[in-house]
């Protein structure tokens, strides 16, 4: 019985920093989650569809490093089609995203490359 408390106290202290460790890393993500995504990612990519009724864009991008992303072909919401405004499928382009939740991405900018 003795042999098994100790056996267990050893164990309980072993682990203690690591589960100290792990809620603080946990932490420091959430906040280095919640910066990232509070901020704009710039991008380059060519228009594939505007549809302004649905306030949307497809564009097929490069790598985006800052969200870590490779190049991919995808949809974007905008929550002012001003944004969307003179652009037309083909142009090349640059952007910017923003994340305002999971998997929550909003165009805020896009101009036509020249």
């Given amino acids: 019985m003795q042999r098994t408390t100790i056996s267990l106290s050893i ?11 792990a809620g603080t890393h946990s932490h420091d993500m959430n906040r ?3 910066h990232a995504s509070a ?6 990519g060519v ?5 302004l009724q649905s306030n949307k864009v497809n564009l097929t ?20 089609t001003a944004v969307l405004q003179g652009i037309k499928p083909g142009q090349r382009v640059t952007f ?19």
Avoid: C
């Fill in 61 to 80: 991008h490069g790598p985006i490093p800052s969200l870590g992303w490779p190049g991919m072909t995808m949809g974007f919401k905008v929550k002012d």
């Fill in 32 to 34: 280095a989650e919640m």
């Fill in 11 to 21: 164990l309980l202290l072993a682990t203690a920093p690591a589960v100290t460790l």
């Fill in 47 to 51: 228009v594939n569809k505007v549809d």
């Fill in 39 to 44: 901020r704009s990612h710039s991008g380059q």
């Fill in 96 to 114: 910017e995203v923003v994340n305002e939740g999971p998997k929550q991405y909003f165009l805020t900018r896009i101009t036509p490359q020249k």
